[in-house]
C-alpha cells in the first residue's frame, strides 16, 4: 500500500453545531422505479447512504428530538398539538376541502384526514397493520398530488399534515414505509417552500402597548395572529430539522454551517406565552414572565437569564440540538429542574 495514496473512505462531516446537522447540501436526485406509487413523475429519490452510524455528539444533538418527532402523532390525537402546532391554532377554522363544478375537487387537502391517520396508527396491531398502511398511503398521495394551496393557514396546515405523515413513516420497523417517506420528502421541502412567504421572522411583540391590546376584547385577533405566526416559524424550523437530520442519518455528505439553519429566522423561547389559552392570560404572561426571543440559534440570553420553567417542549428541542443533550441537563440541573 501506497502511502500517499488518498483514502477511499470519505471524511465524515463535522458535527460541532447543529447548524452543520440542518444545512446539509441535498444529495444529488435520481429517479426512482416506481414514482407510480403517487400517480406523477417528478419525485426523486435520494442516493443510497454512505455514513450508516452517526458520531456520538451528533446523536446526543438529534436523539431528543427524534423522540419527539416518533411521539407526534400521539401527541396530535390526544392533546391536539405538537411543540410545533398550537393547540388552539385550528379551533375554528379547520382546512377543509372546497367543491366545484359538482363535484368534489381536492384543492385544499383535509388536514382531519392527517389527524385520524395518527388515530389509525396509534390503533395498529399485527391484524390491521397492512390495512392501516393502506389507507395512511392513499391519503399521502392524495395530498401530495394535491393542488399547493396559497391562504396562509392552508399552506401551515399542509405543511403539519406531511410532518405527521413522514413522522409515522420514517420511524416505521416496515423498509417500504421508510422508502415510501423518502419518496414523499421534496413535497415537504415543497410545502415548506411555500410555506416561507407566510412566515413572519420578526420581534412581533416589541409594541409597547401589547399587554394592553391584548387586554381589549377587540383586540383579540392579535393574539391568534400571534398564534399563527408562533406556529409557522416554529414549523419552518422543525420541518428543516427533519429533513436535514433524515440525510444526515442517510450519510449524506457535502455539510457547511451558516449558523442560520439555511434562512434568518427567529422564534419565541415562553412556556407561558405558547400555553396560554386566551387573551387574557396571554397578556398576563407577556406582562408578568419572561420571553426570549432566540434569532438564528442564539441562546445566549436565554442561558445566561432564562429559567428553566420558562422552556417549554420546542424549546427544549432545539436547545439540546445547540447544546447536546447532557449540556442542556445540566443547565436545567444547575437551576434546580429536571429537564
Not at 410555506?195 to 391568534?224: C, K, Q, Y
Not at 420558562?310 to 449540556?327: E, N, P, S
Request: net charge negative; charged share 20%.
Amino acid at each position: 500500500m501506497q502511502g500517499n495514496a488518498p483514502s477511499s473512505i470519505p471524511t465524515p462531516p463535522d458535527f460541532n453545531s447543529l447548524d452543520s446537522l440542518m444545512t446539509l447540501r441535498a444529495t444529488p436526485l435520481q429517479p426512482p422505479d416506481f414514482s407510480h406509487i403517487y400517480g406523477v413523475d417528478d419525485i426523486m429519490l435520494l442516493n443510497a447512504p454512505t455514513f450508516p452510524l452517526l458520531p456520538a455528539a451528533a446523536v446526543s444533538r438529534v436523539q431528543f428530538a427524534f423522540k419527539q418527532l416518533q411521539d407526534a402523532p400521539r401527541m396530535m390525537v390526544l392533546e391536539n398539538q405538537t411543540a410545533w402546532c398550537h393547540p388552539l391554532l385550528y379551533r375554528n377554522k379547520m382546512p377543509r376541502s372546497i367543491r366545484g363544478f359538482g363535484r368534489a375537487i381536492t384543492k385544499y387537502f383535509n388536514v382531519l384526514d392527517a389527524y385520524s391517520s395518527c388515530a389509525l396508527h396509534l390503533a395498529r396491531n399485527a391484524a390491521n397493520s397492512a390495512m392501516i398502511s393502506s389507507i395512511i398511503e392513499s391519503r399521502v398521495a392524495e395530498i401530495i398530488t394535491s393542488e399547493q394551496p396559497n391562504t396562509p393557514l392552508e399552506c401551515l396546515a399542509r405543511v403539519h399534515a406531511l410532518i405527521l405523515y413522514q413522522t409515522i413513516r420514517l420511524f416505521d420497523n416496515d423498509v417500504s414505509c421508510r422508502l415510501a417517506a423518502e419518496v414523499a420528502m421534496p413535497s415537504l421541502r415543497a410545502a415548506v417552500v411555500a410555506l416561507l412567504p407566510h412566515a413572519n421572522f420578526e420581534d412581533t411583540l416589541s409594541l409597547s402597548n401589547v399587554a394592553t391590546r391584548f387586554l381589549s376584547s377587540s383586540e383579540g385577533s392579535f393574539w391568534e395572529t400571534w398564534v399563527f405566526e408562533e406556529s409557522a416559524r416554529r414549523t419552518m424550523l422543525l420541518s428543516n430539522y427533519l429533513t436535514r437530520i433524515w440525510e444526515l442519518m442517510r450519510g449524506d455528505q457535502g455539510l457547511h454551517c451558516d449558523y442560520k439553519l439555511g434562512f434568518s429566522h427567529c422564534w419565541y423561547v415562553s412556556s407561558q406565552l405558547w400555553e396560554a389559552k386566551s387573551p387574557y392570560e396571554f397578556a398576563v404572561a407577556y406582562a408578568e414572565k419572561s420571553r426570549f426571543l432566540i434569532s438564528n440559534l442564539d441562546f445566549t440570553d436565554l442561558l445566561v437569564h432564562g429559567k428553566p420553567e420558562d422552556v417549554d417542549m420546542f424549546g427544549k428541542i432545539m436547545l439540546t440540538g445547540r447544546l447536546g443533550l447532557d449540556a442542556a441537563q445540566e443547565w436545567f440541573a444547575s437551576r434546580g429542574a429536571m429537564f
